[in-house]
């Protein structure tokens, strides 16, 4: 049927890297390890062994301080699932590349909070039903930091990276995506009236 979204060996975690920024950005290496990857692997992964790094410039590194993960599924019957997957930075590295070493890299691994936990584990219950069909998924991404109200945004480049299971490498999911941000700022105190 048209429109309707099955899980499927190897779609979960593919349809949500192509949705967070599209296939020019994810390695045909992953692609090709993903590819068996089903709803019976889904249900093996312990939330409290996921692990996503996320390489950045070192100065948007050392501001990231909250990162979320919202998944919203529309079953076809119209019911909505939402599922919210809070994290939190257990390290903090940099380190320095390109020409006399001046470009400084910063990379954040991040674990899922325990209301992230309790989320994944109501996630792969609700797509244990197989016989539910979905229509769509939209996924948003949210983090947060405190930008340097002095400096315009500007374009960057993002690697991310995610482990699974504690007994396996990192898989890139995202690598060297260009991104242009977006920064609110809060509004003056003059605009409130």
């Not at 309707?4 to 599209?22: K, M, S």
């Not at 919210?84 to 590349?97: D, K, Y």
């Not at 930091?145 to 991310?160: A, L, Q, R, Y």
Request: one cysteine or more; hydrophobic letters at 35%.
């Amino acid at each position: 049927m048209s429109g309707i979204i099955r899980i499927t060996n190897g779609l979960l975690i593919l349809v949500t890297a192509i949705v967070v920024v599209g296939c020019s950005s994810i390695p045909l290496s992953t692609m090709w390890r993903m590819r068996d990857f089903g709803i019976e692997d889904l249900h093996k992964i312990d939330p409290n062994d996921l692990r996503v790094q996320i390489v950045l410039p070192g100065q948007m590194s050392d501001n990231l301080k909250t990162a979320e993960v919202n998944v919203i599924n529309t079953r076809i019957n119209d019911q909505v699932d939402r599922f919210r997957f809070p994290a939190e930075i257990i390290e903090r590295t940099e380190r320095r590349e390109g020409w006399r070493k001046q470009k400084v890299i910063g990379e954040t691994t991040w674990k899922l909070t325990n209301d992230g936990v309790t989320d994944f584990v109501r996630m792969q219950k609700a797509l244990a039903d197989t016989s539910q069909e979905y229509r769509s998924t939209e996924i948003n991404v949210k983090a947060e930091g405190d930008p340097n109200p002095e400096v315009e945004p500007k374009p960057f480049e993002i690697t991310i990276r995610i482990r699974l299971f504690a007994d396996e490498p990192y898989l890139i999911l995202i690598d060297k995506a260009k991104i242009t941000p977006e920064i609110k700022r809060p509004r003056e105190a003059s605009d409130k009236k």
